[in-house]
């Protein structure tokens, strides 16, 4: 279980007006499914959406639209003390969701409201739960307890057991218009292309704000020259890899996903916005191949499983693999 923290009541982004308008009348009207599974790519605000959501279900003054910040529960909830809600993430990036974790979550949503109300649980993300963990899951969403919300939050949702997503109402939760996105993004931007960060990130905009801290827009471009320089024979897969170490190996993969992407859509026929430091791929840009993509989704569900898989050997394959397919002869 993941500590509360004290915070300020969140409120939906813009993006998600439509989606927390439908959720929170639903939940006024004719009540809420007892499982919620929230599927989007990273970066939308899938949390945020999920607290809102918690917030205003726990919330016990008079509402409408949003909690009333006012009441006992908004109280506890802004200082991270609310006894009815339960939060379930892994202990850090990579690592599994444990069935001690599902079972501390099984036991508060057998036990009485103690604010007389719903009790709500969140899991994030969802896929880092492993086979046992989702066993155990199971039960509470086949045979709820009265006055329960179980909110599941996922970035791949196809990693999940069928029988979980079987059991919750599915609520895709797509990227923002570009337009909407691009007006939100700009003022936070300074010396960076908000265009370029958002084609960079898929269009996702908190991901794209994530892209402005530290050096990771330097990371990236020079990322992107070493993949440029393993294409033409100037620098060996394994020489790469040891220039990587340092990178956390899922932010590597994950910009790499988006560009061979972004690349096989343009193969496709389709309009793509150029994408920073990709487009210094553009001379290998033919050579990409489908199989490559799915080499690439199979690492990064290895990184997202709590496996703990040997990172280096996995960059090793994904630059190998890449020296095969786009070098030169």
């Known amino acids: 279980m993941a500590d509360q923290q004290p915070f300020e009541l969140p409120i939906p982004y813009p993006w998600q007006q439509q989606i927390w308008s439908e959720l929170s009348q639903r939940h006024l009207r004719a009540g809420l499914h007892h499982g919620l599974l929230f599927a989007g790519v990273k970066g939308l605000g899938k949390s945020v959406l999920a ?12 509402k409408e639209s949003a909690s009333c910040g006012a009441c006992k529960s908004c109280q506890l909830l802004t200082s991270g003390t609310h006894p009815d809600l339960f939060l379930v993430q892994p202990e850090g990036p990579g690592k599994a969701i444990k069935i001690d974790d599902v079972r501390a979550l099984n036991k508060f949503l057998g036990q009485t409201s103690q604010q007389g109300g719903y009790k709500v649980a969140i899991i994030e993300p969802a896929e880092a ?3 046992n963990s989702s066993n155990a ?4 969403l086949e045979e709820p307890a009265a006055n329960t919300l179980l909110i599941l939050l996922s970035h791949m949702p196809s990693r999940l057991m069928a029988t979980i997503r079987s059991r919750c ?3 895709p939760v797509p990227a923002p218009p570009h337009e909407q996105a691009l007006a939100w993004l700009t003022p936070l931007c300074q ?26 827009l330097l990371v990236q471009r020079e990322f992107a020259e070493d993949l440029l320089k393993i294409s033409r024979g100037e620098m060996f897969s394994i020489a790469a890899v040891s220039r990587w170490m340092d990178v956390e190996p899922l932010f590597l993969i994950e910009t790499l996903l988006l560009w061979v992407q972004g690349q096989l859509k343009a193969q496709a026929g389709a309009t793509v916005q150029p994408m920073g430091p990709a487009e210094s791929l553009a001379a290998v840009a033919d ?4 199989r490559f993509y799915d080499k690439l989704l199979q690492a990064k569900a290895q990184l997202l499983s709590g496996s703990n898989p040997n990172k280096q050997l996995l960059l090793e394959e994904m630059a190998m693999d890449w020296q095969a397919m786009t070098r030169r002869r």
């Open 129 to 131: 739960m492993n086979t």
């Open 169 to 171: 109402q599915v609520l």
């Open 51 to 62: 607290r809102c959501l918690a917030n205003f279900v726990l919330c016990s003054g008079d």
């Open 287 to 290: 050579k990409i191949k489908f």
């Open 191 to 216: 010396d960076a292309d908000p265009e370029q960060l958002l084609a960079m990130t898929g269009g996702a905009p908190l991901a794209a704000k994530d892209m402005l801290d530290g050096d990771k």
């Open 137 to 140: 899951l199971l039960k509470n």
